[in-house]
């Protein structure tokens, strides 16, 4: 299983936080994850799930001009 206790709630540019998923709803998803074993996570508002590697690169994004 995926350790997500490192993610913590952050905020980015686009006005969305990062949240970690809990233990429970990680071990839900990695079931139907399995080939994924990067981790993901909760963007809020809107609770879209993300692969957390979009985390490092999203605020370089959101500035790209």
């Known amino acids: 299983m ?3 206790s ?5 905020p980015l540019l686009s006005g ?9 709803e990680a071990e839900e ?3 139907h994850w399995k080939g994924y074993t990067f981790g993901l996570v909760r963007f809020m508002p ?3 799930v993300m692969p957390s ?3 490092h690169f999203h ?5 790209f001009k």
């Open 29 to 31: 998803y990695e079931k």
């Open 2 to 4: 995926q350790d997500f």
């Open 59 to 63: 605020d370089a994004i959101m500035k």
């Open 46 to 48: 809107g609770g879209w």
């Open 16 to 24: 969305h936080t990062v949240v970690p998923f809990d233990e429970a």
């Open 53 to 55: 590697p979009l985390t």
């Open 6 to 10: 490192a993610i913590r709630a952050t």
